[in-house]
C-alpha cells in the first residue's frame, strides 16, 4: 500500500512540452508511472514519443480526465501560469496535483491553494520535488533509483535532504516520500502526511524532515503526541543558520526564538520523536527502532 499515489494512479503532466516537463516526465515513465497525456492548449491532438511510448497531449485537464480517466496531475509550468493551471485542475475535479514549479509569489500560492482545498484537490507544493511511491508510481522529479519499496513513511520540506534519506535507508525502503515544498504556504502539510502513514498498514515508521521558519514541525509535534502511535524519527535542517535572515527556501526565515531549530526540536522531542543531529544519525535512529519492532 501507499499514500496519496500508487500503481493505479493515473498521471497528466501540464507543462510536459516544455524542456522540463519532457525530461522528468521521460524520468517519471521509466520509473514505472502511468503517465496517460500531457496538456498543452497551444499542442492539442499531437503525440510526444518517449523511447517505446507515444503519450498524446489534450488542450486541458479536463480534456484529458475525460479521455484517460486521470486522477493526478503534475505541475511544470512557468511561475506565472502556475495559478491559471492549478485552478484549472482543481475545476476539473482532480483528485491530485503536484505543482513542481518554485518561485511563484506567495499571493497566487494563497488563492490557488485555498482555491484547490476549497473543490477537494489535493494539492502537494508549491516548490517541491513531489512523491514517489517506490516500485509503483513517481509523480515529480525525485530520483527513483535511489531506494526501494518497504515500509517507512517520509514526509519532508526539503528535496535534497529527502533524497539523502531515502539513499541512507535504501537497505529498509519507503512505503511512500512525500517532498511538501519549503514555501510559506504549501497545500498539504507535515500533518497531513502524518495522519495518512498514521492510517496505512504498510508503513511501520515515519521519518519527518524539517528545516527552520515558521512553526510547521511545531505544530506537527502537537498533532505527534496525540494522534500518532507509530514511531517518528525526525530531522532538522538549520541549527547553524544566522538568526534574522532567509536561508535556502522562502519560508526558513527565523525571528527571535520563533522558528529556530532548537525550539523544534525541543517541541518534537517532547512528543516523543528521535530527532537526529545529522542525517546519517538520523538513519541509524529508525534502524535502531526497526531492529528493537522486529
Known amino acids: 500500500m501507499a499514500v496519496y499515489l500508487t500503481k493505479e494512479s493515473k498521471v497528466l503532466v501540464q ?23 500531457g496538456v498543452n492548449p497551444r499542442k492539442a491532438g499531437r503525440t510526444v514519443d518517449f523511447d517505446d511510448r507515444a ?12 479521455s484517460t480517466g486521470a486522477d493526478v496531475t503534475v505541475v511544470f509550468v ?3 501560469f502556475a495559478r491559471p493551471a492549478v485552478t484549472e485542475a482543481a475545476d476539473a475535479g482532480i483528485g491530485l496535483a503536484v505543482v513542481i514549479t518554485e518561485g511563484i509569489p506567495v ?9 484547490a482545498k ?7 507544493g508549491p516548490n517541491c520535488p513531489g512523491l514517489i511511491s517506490p516500485g509503483q508510481s513517481n509523480a515529480g522529479i525525485i530520483p527513483a533509483d535511489i531506494t526501494k519499496p518497504g515500509r517507512i513513511g517520509l514526509v ?27 514555501d510559506p504556504v504549501v497545500g498539504t502539510s507535515h500533518i497531513d502526511c502524518l495522519a495518512a502513514f498514521e492510517d496505512d498498514p504498510d508503513t511501520d515508521l ?3 524532515i524539517g528545516e527552520i521558519g515558521g512553526d510547521a514541525e511545531e505544530r506537527a509535534a502537537a498533532h505527534i503526541r496525540d494522534h500518532v502511535t507509530k514511531p517518528v524519527v525526525g530531522y532538522l535542517a538549520g541549527f547553524t543558520a544566522p538568526e534574522g535572515r532567509t536561508m535556502g527556501h522562502a519560508g526558513a526565515i527565523v525571528s527571535g526564538s520563533s522558528g529556530t531549530a532548537q525550539a523544534k526540536k525541543e517541541a518534537l522531542e517532547a512528543a516523543g520523536v528521535r530527532v537526529g543531529s545529522t542525517p546519517t544519525e538520523t538513519a541509524k535512529l529508525v534502524l535502531d527502532l526497526l531492529g528493537n519492532r522486529t
Open 107 to 115: 499571493h497566487d500560492s494563497v488563492a490557488f491553494t485555498t482555491y
Open 78 to 80: 512557468p511561475p506565472a
Open 156 to 182: 519532508s520540506k526539503s528535496g535534497t535532504l529527502t533524497y539523502q534519506l531515502m539513499y541512507e535507508l535504501r537497505d529498509i525502503g519507503f512505503s511512500t516520500c512525500v517532498g511538501i515544498g519549503g
Open 118 to 124: 476549497e473543490r477537494g484537490t489535493r494539492l502537494i
Open 15 to 37: 507543462g510536459m512540452t516544455g524542456g522540463e516537463g519532457m525530461k522528468h516526465t521521460r524520468r517519471m515513465i521509466a520509473a514505472g508511472t502511468d503517465v496517460v497525456g
Open 55 to 66: 503519450v498524446p497531449v489534450f488542450g486541458s485537464v479536463a480534456d484529458g480526465m475525460r
Open 206 to 208: 515515519v521519518v519527518l
